[in-house]
């Protein structure tokens, strides 16, 4: 059975950094990534990396987050930097298992004061 724990969310000031993380367990997975929700809208990519380490980012976060994982520990990271209040929003991992099966994360939270 997977199962996903998430960590690092958090309230910070506008240009300040957090780090996320995602540990898995219950499979080998392919695709490992983020997605977020704010308040009144849709859940989105914010960035996704494959085995092999090839990403792939939401424009709007371009530049100032980095997506990485550590297959051993079976972890995806997100660091996030000079973050703004519109990146303020519950932030789900999300991976795919070796059977092609999509699993979520609980969500953490994460707060960018203006």
């Known amino acids: 059975q997977v199962h996903l724990v998430e960590s690092g969310g958090g309230l910070v000031q506008a240009g300040g950094s957090l780090r996320l993380s995602c540990a898995a367990s219950?499979?080998?997975?392919?695709?490992m990534g983020w997605y977020r929700q704010a308040p009144g809208k849709q859940r989105e990519l914010v960035a996704v990396?494959?085995?092999?380490?090839?990403?792939n980012y939401a424009d709007a976060v371009k530049g100032r987050f980095t997506i990485s994982r550590d297959n051993a520990l079976r972890t995806v990271y997100l660091q996030m930097n000079s973050l703004k209040p519109e990146d303020t929003a519950v932030y789900y991992c999300?991976?795919?298992?070796?059977?092609?099966?999509?699993?979520w994360g609980q969500g953490t939270q994460v707060t960018v004061a203006s």
């Open positions: 999300n991976v795919y298992d070796i059977q092609n099966t999509n699993h």
């Open positions: 219950g499979s080998i997975f392919s695709s």
């Open positions: 990396v494959n085995r092999h380490g090839n990403t």
